[in-house]
């Protein structure tokens, strides 16, 4: 239960007819919030509504079209993230901001790295305690001395959270901070959120997970289309309502799966081990199933989708694809072959940031839009692709045109599902197919996976979400150190077999 927030004293943070203007798009529109000390704040609301924007406003990284901010009763108008580091704002982006070639340390420092009073030489022990400190507080062993280029997603993830944390902030701003988080370390963070409200601080929490919304927050602002919709204390709501709010519409079942008549076999791995962890794996899909991949991070999930995909060679074993030999040397056979693929990191593996809508949702069909003897790009065929797949999977864009880093998390996330669309191929391998996608989306994803597989699609899905991992799929594997464990069926599949299978190795159901 949060604790009462006095709702007399003055607010630590208060922003007033807040707007941010676009070519084109208006992503705020008089917005109007107040943050209260010692308290949690969250800020919801569907992909596009802008939660991000408001939170680039207040860390430096946009300048406001109109509107006031104030900090503790002063004009607050930074115009660079220094700025907000300076007046005590901390934010977690939702897209990391880190260094990869640098050290785990190197990150969690950078701008503030301890010097020696003396020789000025940068203090590397201080800065290693401290990191060992942080990752203390949040429950995790991260190697300070780490490449970060060389670290896990989720353990990325803990290394942007303990950079804000270091900063000792009175305000902390969290962008969707356990996307890419395990259940316990979701659990861990949510603690951390607790006992940084009980100091004092502020903490605004932006997360389409709303259980989390109703495990930590005191209040709520509700944002929709770019305009403030309601602020709502937390204990006088459900989520019912805060879902009517967010996409002005009930949403009935978000993971839902149809029943669909299973066909033949049409992707088939026989003893394959691939990567440093996969392991003699044995697996079939059907037409028509999505079977889902379970596991704590690292078990090797991605090394069976990289294998599948051809992003990885087998070191043993091999794959059919309709009964037919199916050996992808490189990622172009795969698709080549009708098989479309999901990267769980949106940023760093999946959009081309310098790129248009269009050219990054038509990557993969490129030898399929040329035409002519000299086999020229059609510009035509890509607008047709891209008017086929965005208003398909409803991407919210100005256009074609518009750079793929200007929209939000969860249109490009979108654009990067119709990218592994295009090439209608047979087998989809999705990874986390709604990481950091709003609740509405989500239902209109899972609404899509329904679609595909009713016309004979087979589907292997990747999910650290729980609810929605066995919500969606028709059985769920499990892996636990690179081998299948447990095969989840009917009422086998429950969140704590999931969890029994993955950290005890204990066997439930058959093996495929």
């Known amino acids: 239960m949060s604790p009462t927030v006095d709702s007399s004293q003055a607010p630590v943070l208060e922003v007033t007819r807040l707007t941010v203007e676009f070519p084109g798009v208006r992503a705020l529109d008089g917005v109007d919030?107040?943050?209260?000390?010692?308290?949690?704040?969250?800020?919801?609301?569907?992909?596009?509504?802008?939660?991000?924007?408001?939170?680039?406003?207040?860390?430096?990284?946009?300048?406001?079209?109109?509107?006031?901010?104030?900090?503790?009763?002063?004009?607050?108008?930074?115009?660079?993230?220094?700025?907000?580091?300076?007046?005590?704002?901390?934010?977690?982006?939702?897209?990391?901001?880190?260094?990869?070639?640098?050290?785990?340390?190197?990150?969690?420092y950078a701008g503030r790295e301890p010097h020696s009073r003396w020789s000025r030489g940068i203090r590397y022990g201080e800065m290693r305690a401290g990191c060992r400190r942080l990752f203390g507080t949040l429950g995790v062993d991260i190697d300070p001395d780490a490449r970060v280029a060389d670290l896990s997603v989720s353990e990325q993830q803990l290394v942007e959270i303990a950079k804000a944390l270091g900063t000792d902030g009175q305000v902390i701003v969290m962008d969707e901070p356990t996307a890419a988080?395990?259940?316990?370390?979701?659990?861990?963070?949510?603690?951390?959120?607790?006992?940084?409200?009980?100091?004092?601080?502020?903490?605004?929490?932006?997360?389409?997970?709303?259980?989390?919304?109703?495990?930590v927050a005191d209040r709520a602002t509700v944002l929709r289309d770019g305009r403030l919709v309601r602020t709502l204390d937390i204990t006088a709501t459900g989520e019912d309502e805060l879902v009517r709010l967010m996409v002005g519409r009930d949403i009935?079942?978000?993971?839902?799966?149809?029943?669909?008549?299973?066909?033949?076999?049409?992707?088939?791995?026989?003893?394959?081990?691939?990567?440093?962890?996969?392991?003699?794996?044995?697996?079939?899909?059907?037409?028509?199933?999505?079977?889902?991949?379970?596991?704590?991070?690292?078990?090797?999930?991605?090394?069976?989708?990289?294998?599948?995909?051809?992003?990885?060679?087998?070191?043993?074993?091999?794959?059919?694809?309709?009964?037919?030999?199916?050996?992808?040397?490189?990622?172009a056979d795969a698709l080549a072959a009708g098989v479309g693929f999901l990267h769980e990191d949106r940023k760093r593996a999946g959009i081309l940031p310098d790129l248009s809508v269009r050219q990054n949702l038509t990557v993969t069909v490129l030898d399929r839009l040329r035409?002519?003897?000299?086999?020229?790009?059609s510009r035509q065929a890509?607008?047709?692709?891209?008017?086929?797949?965005?208003?398909?999977?409803?991407?919210?864009?100005?256009?074609?045109?518009?750079?793929?880093?200007?929209?939000?998390?969860?249109?490009?996330?979108?654009?990067?599902?119709?990218?592994?669309?295009?090439?209608?191929?047979?087998?989809?391998?999705?990874?986390?197919?709604?990481?950091?996608?709003?609740?509405?989306?989500?239902?209109?994803?899972?609404?899509?996976?329904?679609?595909?597989?009713?016309?004979g699609a087979a589907v292997i899905m990747v999910s650290s979400d729980l609810p929605e991992l066995l919500g969606t799929s028709d059985r769920v594997v499990v892996l636990s150190r690179g081998r299948i464990v447990g095969v989840l069926e009917g009422e086998d599949r429950t969140e704590e077999n999931v969890v029994a299978c993955a950290t005890t190795g204990r066997r439930i159901g058959v093996a495929a």
């Open 33 to 108: 919030l107040e943050i209260r000390a010692g308290e949690v704040h969250a800020l919801v609301g569907e992909n596009g509504a802008g939660k991000s924007t408001l939170l680039k406003v207040l860390g430096g990284v946009y300048t406001p079209s109109a509107g006031t901010v104030r900090l503790r009763g002063d004009i607050y108008a930074p115009r660079r993230p220094s700025d907000a580091h300076a007046h005590g704002i901390a934010v977690i982006y939702q897209e990391f901001t880190l260094f990869p070639e640098l050290t785990v340390a190197e990150n969690v």
């Open 181 to 215: 988080l395990s259940k316990e370390e979701v659990e861990r963070l949510l603690d951390v959120v607790r006992r940084l409200r009980d100091e004092g601080r502020s903490v605004i929490y932006v997360s389409h997970r709303l259980e989390e919304v109703f495990a």
């Open 252 to 331: 009935d079942a978000v993971f839902h799966r149809d029943t669909v008549a299973e066909g033949r076999v049409v992707l088939r791995l026989v003893g394959v081990s691939a990567g440093r962890h996969l392991r003699d794996v044995s697996l079939e899909v059907r037409a028509g199933e999505v079977v889902g991949i379970g596991g704590v991070a690292g078990a090797g999930q991605a090394e069976l989708t990289q294998a599948v995909f051809g992003a990885l060679p087998l070191r043993a074993g091999h794959m059919e694809l309709d009964g037919r030999p199916f050996a992808p040397s490189t990622p």
């Open 371 to 377: 035409h002519g003897f000299a086999r020229l790009l």
């Open 382 to 455: 890509e607008e047709n692709t891209y008017t086929e797949y965005g208003s398909r999977l409803r991407v919210r864009s100005t256009g074609p045109d518009q750079l793929i880093s200007e929209l939000s998390g969860g249109n490009q996330q979108k654009v990067l599902l119709a990218r592994a669309l295009a090439p209608g191929g047979r087998v989809l391998v999705l990874n986390e197919p709604t990481r950091g996608v709003d609740i509405g989306a989500k239902a209109e994803i899972h609404a899509l996976i329904n679609e595909l597989t009713a016309a």
